[in-house]
């Protein structure tokens, strides 16, 4: 927290920042409620534009509207901001490119040269988007009990996940790996920043076939229960 003060205080007026709605990723570390409200200050004292990158919305607590809350506090400090959602996660829409990106503005001028821009930028890009997946997200989030079990679906991804961090804890503490383990359980979201080196991380890959970037970050959304065991004592092996 520290850090990320002194860069916002120690970059020129009017610089951009891009920050995590929630779930942070690669960390799975989000800022507290009161560390946002203390980043929108800092923010704002330098007049900087944020961006904010909403991929994991509803993954990091289970709810969907919680995990906006960064995004709240931006808007009711004031801040003029771009917001670039993605709907392949929380939808289960991977490969239908469904996504919106929203900006607030400060006055209709602004509004009307912003959208100018973004006409512009999309022609050559895409043209006409794919329809199928963004009637999918239309639909549902325009129909009150369709939304509210989107609510409910959403939060059992999330539960899914919050156990698979749990049993994988539980388990290479069951198995005598001398490490402490808490940060598996205290990360949020789809993704374990493990500790594991680029080496041990390469034993895994070359020793036991479980695949992983070099950095140590696990996709927890892609472990199951019965991996766990397998997955437990091959991180063991490799981090004695």
């Given at each position: 927290?520290?850090?990320?003060?002194?860069?916002?205080?120690?970059?020129?007026?009017?610089?951009?920042?891009?920050?995590?709605?929630?779930?942070?990723?690669?960390?799975?570390?989000?800022?507290?409620?009161?560390?946002w409200a203390e980043i929108s200050k800092a923010v704002k004292k330098k007049n900087h534009f944020i961006v904010v990158d909403s991929a994991y919305?509803?993954?990091?607590?289970?709810?969907?509207?919680?995990?906006?809350?960064?995004?709240?506090?931006?808007?009711?400090?004031?801040?003029?901001?771009?917001?670039?959602?993605?709907?392949?996660?929380?939808?289960?829409?991977?490969?239908?490119?469904?996504?919106?990106?929203?900006?607030?503005?400060?006055?209709?001028?602004?509004?009307?040269?912003?959208?100018?821009?973004?006409?512009?930028?999309?022609?050559p890009m895409y043209s006409n988007p794919p329809l199928h997946g963004s009637r999918v997200v239309t639909i549902v989030l325009s129909?009150?009990?369709?939304?509210?079990?989107?609510?409910?679906?959403?939060?059992?991804?999330?539960?899914?996940?919050?156990?698979?961090?749990?049993?994988?804890?539980?388990?290479?503490?069951?198995?005598?790996?001398?490490?402490?383990?808490?940060?598996?359980?205290?990360?949020?979201?789809?993704?374990?920043?493990?500790?594991?080196?680029?080496?041990?991380?390469?034993?895994?890959?070359?020793?036991?076939?479980?695949?992983?970037?070099?950095?140590?970050?696990?996709?927890?959304?892609?472990?199951?229960?019965?991996?766990?065991?397998?997955?437990?004592?091959?991180?063991?092996?490799?981090?004695?």
């Amino acid at each position: 927290m520290e850090g990320l003060l002194a860069d916002v205080a120690a970059a020129p007026n009017q610089s951009v920042f891009l920050f995590h709605a929630c779930a942070h990723n690669p960390t799975g570390v989000d800022p507290t409620p009161s560390q946002w409200a203390e980043i929108s200050k800092a923010v704002k004292k330098k007049n900087h534009f944020i961006v904010v990158d909403s991929a994991y919305q509803g993954f990091a607590s289970g709810d969907p509207v919680a995990d906006t809350f960064a995004l709240r506090q931006f808007v009711a400090d004031g801040h003029p901001l771009a917001l670039a959602q993605s709907f392949s996660k929380n939808f289960g829409l991977y490969g239908q490119r469904v996504g919106a990106v929203s900006f607030i503005t400060e006055n209709a001028t602004e509004t009307a040269n912003v959208e100018s821009q973004l006409k512009i930028l999309a022609r050559p890009m895409y043209s006409n988007p794919p329809l199928h997946g963004s009637r999918v997200v239309t639909i549902v989030l325009s129909d009150p009990e369709l939304r509210k079990q989107w609510h409910v679906d959403v939060k059992e991804m999330a539960d899914r996940i919050i156990l698979m961090r749990s049993l994988l804890r539980k388990e290479l503490e069951r198995i005598g790996s001398k490490h402490n383990w808490q940060h598996v359980t205290d990360q949020i979201g789809m993704f374990c920043y493990s500790g594991l080196t680029p080496e041990q991380v390469d034993r895994l890959t070359n020793e036991y076939h479980i695949y992983l970037t070099r950095n140590g970050r696990i996709s927890m959304a892609g472990v199951t229960s019965k991996d766990i065991p397998i997955l437990a004592d091959a991180i063991h092996q490799v981090s004695k």
